[in-house]
DNA sequence: AATGAATGAGCCTTCATTCAT
DNA sequence: AATGAATGAAGGCTCATTCAT
């Protein structure tokens, strides 16, 4: 009697795992034992499923990318307005979420990752021009002949806030990544056309 | 009286020979072969000298941060106006030499290793302080209630912008990080008091 | 499922390689490599199933205790003249099979080995202490007064005795440490009180 | 401006250092490195003097026995009564330069060398075979038929005996090996011949 | 579906030894 | 006489991956 519809599960379970672990040590060298025991499973089950290492790696790569962009679909439902728009994209990438140690050391990880394979690469320019078109699109409306500018300025900020919030250890409000962004963002609006 | 006075070339050979082959390569998974072979030596020398791997990837690291530290004070020596000094910070940042994907490569590899040793930590944190606490000291002279924000959001850029800029292999002059940086200090100041 | 119970055959292969290794060259300069190949498999197995190379060591020099004590026991089975028993001990410890050079080039190793391994230390004292307890218990009633020295000469002589017979290549049936040993024996009890 | 007459200082710093450091390690695991050290030169120079670290091995092997032949040269010059020499080479054996820790040490690990080295099979075999002869001699006047077996007797005592002393840390004075061998000697000579 | 068993390949590191000076 | 410099060779250990069951 063979267990049927696993694969669903076993693959889920390694993802985590393997985001999971990747946040823990700091680093993507994880071995798939650490990875398939915090799965639950054997290394050769996990072979089973991804065919290789590096597969895992990109799944959850993905899994993380898909995840972030539900979050950002569910935050920006029914909202119209394009500076709020902004605002929430702004908001939602320093969620409680995304600011876990685990995740950014994971992000930093695939950002570096990125460089080795063609795979990852692929899905963080995906993620990238998402992000940065959505952003566009909106500051278009706002300030149109520096949206392109203030785009890459905010996309810039996240990133390193991202970086300098995990290698900190130290927690600031006042240095707050998000803090930062909105500031940033409202004085390349009020210079154009103040808003109160 | 033996060939005397190796230690130091051999030693700036390993470290040259580290960045470059973290820049070629896009990770640390790099063996003490592939750099000894790169600095031209066998790899019982390149342990005889730093003793292990770790301390290789320590040393270049302490190298890359030295460098810029100096680049810094050269650029910066005999300049007093605040303005100026910052600017040349940022534009210092995002020098020709510090852009090349190759240091940038190794730079946020450094990022990630700064996760599992101790030693790069340290490195990294003494860097940013000092990097940080100039930025302060000329932003108080320039917009005192703001300097701490503004700081952290120049360096933020400036970190985001390394990151972005080696991920994005295409090279936009709109969205340079040096414009981006430069723009959001303006854009600051000339809030706080006009400049002419 | 997969092929089962396969760790106890491979250590038990992998202790009498270790032990066949170390009697063939003589010393514990013995590479896994070996060791591994005479059991029939690859380092990573034996790693796998040890851990370490430390380890196989360990428990080598466990299996012959373990073995020797076992012999012990089944000589001394049902046997409860004193006098017996401790002849018994003696003629046990110079047996052909623990006489083979091959187990006492093991053993002498492994007396070597004790300085540096706890863990083999501790084995040893135990399996001492086991044997000294067992002579006393018995030549306390032979002769209570001097059955700590007794003790202690027929332990003294068995350990030589291992050690002259493996360094003299040729074999002098006079000289054979059993003799010697029984003799030692038989002479303090002669004078202690004559015996029929 | 060579120094001039430097080789015998210099291969007796090492010797010195060889058994010195086995002696510490209670390994013959030790590096030529550490040897020069504590000799206070290079490794260079070392080999230089010996060529191999194998000829320092013998070279520290031949210096013991030299050294113990001497010394029993030295107590046994002028004593001709054969029973006292007979004691006087077992106490000798065990005098307090010859059962120091390191001593023994160096002893038992050069006993596992000569299982590999012919040089240091052939040094042993000498002195061996000297030290019994000597035994056999001075016995063959006291007990003409047992000579052969009490001298081998002796020699298997002293031998277990360094073993288990260096093994056992505690010392028990009741059970030195010197006690039980002197004893040994009694019990054989007074059952052939009593003494007073 | 699942896993213990097994291995080839490779990496870091150590070390005895040689050489030029 | 003396040594820093340099290396080839080898060893212990790890790990991703495959396979038989």
Not at 62 to 85: C, M, T, W, Y
Not at 88 to 114: G, P
Not at 125 to 130: A, E, M, P, V
Not at 140 to 161: N, Q
Request: hydrophobic share 40%; proline share 3%; glycine share 6%.
């Amino acid at each position: 009697m063979p267990k049927i519809g696993m694969q669903p599960i076993r693959s889920s379970a390694l993802v985590e795992a393997v985001i999971s672990e990747i946040g823990h040590s700091g680093t993507m060298d994880v071995t798939v034992s650490q990875i398939a025991k915090r799965a639950g499973m054997s290394t050769a089950l996990a072979h089973h499923y991804f065919g290789s290492k590096n597969q895992m790696f990109v799944a959850a790569m993905h899994h993380i990318l898909i995840q972030l962009g539900a979050e950002f679909s569910k935050n920006l439902k029914g909202v119209d307005d394009p500076l709020e728009r902004v605002e929430i994209i702004i908001r939602t990438s320093f969620s409680d979420l995304n600011m876990r140690q685990e995740t950014i050391s994971a992000w930093l990880n695939f950002y570096v990752f990125a460089q080795k394979s063609e795979d990852v690469r692929r899905l963080l320019k995906i993620y990238h021009s998402r992000l940065e078109s959505n952003l566009r699109h909106e500051l278009r409306k706002l300030a149109p002949e520096k949206a392109e500018t203030i785009a890459e300025g905010i996309a810039a900020i996240i990133d390193g806030g991202y970086v300098r919030w995990v290698l900190r250890g130290a927690k600031n409000e006042a240095q707050h990544p998000e803090r930062i962004a909105l500031e940033y963002l409202r004085l390349n609006l009020s210079e154009h056309g103040p808003r109160t």
